[in-house]
Every structure is written in C-alpha cells, then in structure tokens.
C-alpha cells in the first residue's frame, strides 16, 4: 500500500478549495441572476395591471356577406373605444355623422347599395351576447356603443327588403 505524502494531501487539498470556491461564485452569480429575473417579472406585471386598466381587448369580424368573413381576434384598444373606433382600428371605413350617430357606408371599398326605397345592402353591425349564446343587432349607434374587455363585435354587409 503506498502511503500519501505530505505534497499528495495538499493537492487535493487545493482542488477541494478551488472546487469549494467554483461552487461559491456559482451560487452567487445564479442568486442575483434569479433575484434580477424576480424583480423583472414583478416590474413587467405591474406594467401590465396598469396597461390592462388603459386597454380592452375585442374580437372583430367583417362578414362581407358574400362568404367572406375576416377575424381580428384579440385586438388591443384603448379603454372607452366604441364599436366604430374598433372597425376603424381594422379596415378603411367611410361613414355619416348624424344626431342619431355614425351611419357606416364603406367598409374596405364595399359601399351600402341602396336598391330603392325599400332594398338594399348596408353594413349593420351586431355584438355576442353570452347569455343568449347568439349574435344581437346594436342597441345604439355604432360610436354610441362603448366596448367592454372581450367584446365581440360582428359587422355584416346584408341585403335588406321590406
């Protein structure tokens, strides 16, 4: 059996050290690596819980009646939008201003063709309701109709006839 010297121990003596100081420094340098990472996560989610109250996001379709029906799911929009702010957010549109509110005549080039007195196309716009499971016509005029967070907003080009 060989007997270990006085020079054998200190070597491994040296690496324990050396290991033991490795470990320190990597110990550290991960601690203030997670502590930096903890304090981003927390200033990026009170970034968020501020723009949250500044924002609602809505879905909104252009059904163009002709089998075409374009989503714009989740789109961000500041808060006290209406459902013509969100349609212009998305697609050219052309309208009328009366006391009533916006008459929309164009969306994306598609105008309102009015046939005679009684038929014709017209952009009508219509909101989800989840307790009735089913689209409803606008209660008010387009721009009269303030959006909540998770609105869905359906604006269809229909043929009408009375």
């Known amino acids: 059996m060989a007997q270990q010297g006085p020079v054998n121990g200190k070597k491994e ?4 050290v050396v290991l033991l100081i490795v470990l ?3 110990a550290l340098a991960s601690s203030s690596v997670a502590s930096y990472l903890y304090l ?7 970034s968020l819980s501020s723009l949250e109250s500044k924002a ?15 989503w714009f ?9 209406t459902a013509l702010s969100a349609l212009t957010a998305v697609a050219r549109v052309e309208y009328k201003l009366s006391t009533m ?9 598609v105008s309102e063709n009015i046939i005679s007195k009684s038929e014709g196309y017209s952009w009508l716009w219509y909101k989800y309701s989840p307790e009735k499971k089913s689209l409803e ?4 005029a387009a721009d ?8 869905i907003i359906v604006w269809r080009y229909e043929h009408w006839k009375f």
């Open 24 to 26: 320190l420094v990597w």
């Open 73 to 81: 799911n989740s789109t961000p929009l500041p808060s006290g939008s």
């Open 13 to 16: 003596n040296k690496t324990i």
């Open 137 to 140: 016509m606008g209660p008010v």
């Open 56 to 70: 609602v996001l809505v879905n909104i379709a252009i059904d163009y009646g002709n089998g075409t029906v374009v």
């Open 101 to 109: 509110g916006a008459y929309v005549t164009a969306v994306n080039g």
């Open 40 to 46: 981003e996560n927390q200033r990026l989610k009170s």
């Open 144 to 151: 009269k109709y303030t959006l909540v967070n998770g609105d």
